[in-house]
């Protein structure tokens, strides 16, 4: 009698101890809002397991694998619903050592259960940048196209890697599907294309074939097969992956030729062609001129036509480089004049994690030239590629990189795609062109505030802010100084003040100014007017 009384008191003693653990952890993680240890409460039985107690490691465990998953999901939701709140701050910013003490990074001996790695993940996207706020124009890639963003979710699950069709069939027929698309939209009929590892490495890509195409012994025999220096050219406004190039592959940066440009940013064609002849005069051997369609800092477009007879004229490779401005070959409206002459080119990169918005990350090179990449690059590892496969090996596309393993950058473009249609992305390009026409008419109609240094041919709108004290003053050089200086400041309190982020960089034509970029579909006419309010507001009395 007295044993079965003290059980039942035990009992309700554990349903007692249970329930208020549970509040406890409630009030606290209600008491410190959505903070680190906030929120995202796992049943307390699933909260203590720790990972070898849930799939794959425990086979009966469905039930708790679930509900850690679904747990971080609504980590994630949140942050999507954050990230398209206007009212949500777009960061909230520290200084690197007080970051430190604010987060715990340590790499415990012991492992946690899975309510901490659920409260890690909401504490890490706390104090990450929401990159697709409307209100984020920093970046030229902003957004968080969230299509896109379910096929990132997908391949992270799938976990396979592109080098063979074997372990990626489908991934591996979309990227076919996708790239030849791509290719038609540049303007080819044939070729071959890859995803690489970003615009620089796709600009790598591109001057490989290029001095495959020319020098074919140069894969087996080295420097020795190229008798002479080789040069390549490219406008003082490229992307300096171009240089980079130059660097890595044995030309030497003296051997990346600028070419100067004009006050638009645009390559000087006459200048281009004098500087081959001058280079051709002292024995060296031009093989390669990069053209820029959309610049980095001032989305400029090189005159691609006009580059193109010259390089016929001197038997050079021509490369487009539309990392960034590569998604307005979508826009009927836009592709002309600025990709006019594209399909004369022998390649192009276009990154569809930019103006297109697609996940990071997600690059594409394409040639128009069948063959050169596998050619180039082949190296027939025996463990891989093997010849004698059970299905057609034209399929496996790993021999073509220079890497051995791929990341599935294609599905989230190809889900993306299937939701836009390419319809869809061309009505996004036209709407981010026709967000910057009215960002620079705002500019322009209010003169006292703002500065526009040059009309845009795409989405990068550079100007300055001008702050009370200067506004009366004349524009010339002394001004300029004085805006310049005002950027690292005014960025400073968009930063501390968490509502904004523009991004600024000098040039070699002028101190630090402004750059704003329009490439996210959340970003509309109010929000454009909010950003001008917001930098007058923080930086009228500087
Ligand atoms: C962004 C950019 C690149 C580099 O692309 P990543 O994907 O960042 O490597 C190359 N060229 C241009 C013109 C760019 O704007």
């Known amino acids: 009698m007295s044993a079965k009384f003290s059980w039942d008191f035990f009992v309700q003693y554990c349903k007692n ?154 991934f591996i027929l979309m990227e076919h599907v996708v790239m030849e698309k791509m290719r038609s939209i540049i303007g080819w009929e044939t070729g071959d294309s890859i995803l690489a590892p970003g615009g620089s490495i796709s600009n790598l890509y591109a001057f490989l074939a290029a001095r495959h195409k020319k020098f074919p012994h140069y894969k087996e025999k080295g420097l020795n097969s190229i008798a002479g220096e080789l040069v390549m050219f490219t406008s003082d406004q490229c992307h300096y992956s171009v240089k980079s190039c130059a660097a890595v592959c044995g030309l030497g940066t003296d051997n990346c030729v ?48 006009a580059i193109a007879d010259i390089c016929e004229r001197h038997d050079c490779w021509l490369h487009i480089d539309g990392a960034w401005g590569g998604g307005l070959l979508f826009s009927k409206k836009y592709r002309f004049p600025r990709f006019k002459g594209v399909e004369r080119a022998d390649s192009v990169t276009w990154n569809p994690h930019k103006l297109m918005g697609t996940l990071l990350q997600c690059s594409t090179i394409h040639f128009k030239e069948d063959g050169l990449l596998i050619s180039c690059n082949q190296m027939s590892a025996e463990y891989l590629f093997m010849t004698d496969k059970l299905y057609d090996v034209q399929y496996d596309t790993g021999d073509k990189v220079i890497q051995c393993g791929r990341h599935n950058d294609i599905f989230k473009l190809w889900l993306q795609w299937r939701a836009k249609g390419t319809q869809g992305f061309e009505r996004h390009m036209d709407r981010l062109m026709e967000l910057t026409e009215y960002m620079v008419s705002r500019i322009k109609a209010q003169p006292d505030k703002f500065y526009l240094i040059l009309e845009p041919e795409l989405v990068n709108v550079c100007f300055w802010y001008v702050p009370r004290r200067l506004r009366s003053q004349r524009h010339d050089s002394r001004r300029e100084e004085e805006l310049g ?43 454009i007017d909010f950003m001008l309010n917001e930098l007058d507001r923080l930086g009228q009395d500087l």
């Not at 968080?144 to 699950?157: K, R």
């Not at 002292?282 to 390669?288: D, E, L, Q, S, T």
């Not at 960025?491 to 002028?510: A, E, F």
């Not at 630090?512 to 490439?519: K, P, T």
Request: hydrophobic share 35%.
């Open 17 to 170: 101890f249970a329930d208020n653990l549970q509040l406890a952890d409630r009030m606290s993680s209600f008491g410190s809002g959505s903070g680190p240890s906030g929120g995202y409460q796992l049943s307390p039985r699933t909260a203590q397991l720790k990972y070898d107690e849930i799939l794959p490691m425990s086979e009966e465990s469905f039930p708790p694998t679930k509900e850690f998953l679904m747990k971080i999901m609504e980590v994630l939701i949140e942050f999507v619903k954050n990230t398209n709140d206007r009212n949500e701050k777009i960061l909230e910013f520290h200084h690197p050592e007080e970051m430190k003490r604010l987060l715990d990074l340590e790499l415990p001996e012991r492992g946690f259960p899975l309510q901490q790695l659920v409260q890690d993940c909401a504490t890490t996207l706390k104090y990450q940048v929401k990159t697709g706020h409307p209100h984020f124009f920093n970046q030229l890639s902003c957004g968080l196209d969230l299509v896109s963003m379910a096929g990132e979710w997908l391949t992270a699950t799938a976990n396979t890697n592109m080098f063979t069709y074997e372990i990626a069939p489908v």
């Open 258 to 305: 600028m070419v100067p440009s004009d006050e638009r940013g645009r390559m000087i064609t006459s200048e281009l062609e004098r500087l081959i002849l001058e280079r051709k005069s002292r024995g060296h051997i031009p093989f390669f001129v990069n053209a820029t369609a959309g610049t980095t800092v001032i989305g400029a477009f090189d005159p691609i036509d």
């Open 485 to 527: 200086k005002i950027c690292p400041i005014l960025k400073g309190r968009m930063m501390q003040s968490g509502t904004l982020m523009v991004g600024y960089q000098p040039d070699d034509r002028r101190p630090n100014f402004f750059r704003n970029i329009i490439s996210s579909a959340a970003v509309t006419e109010k929000d």
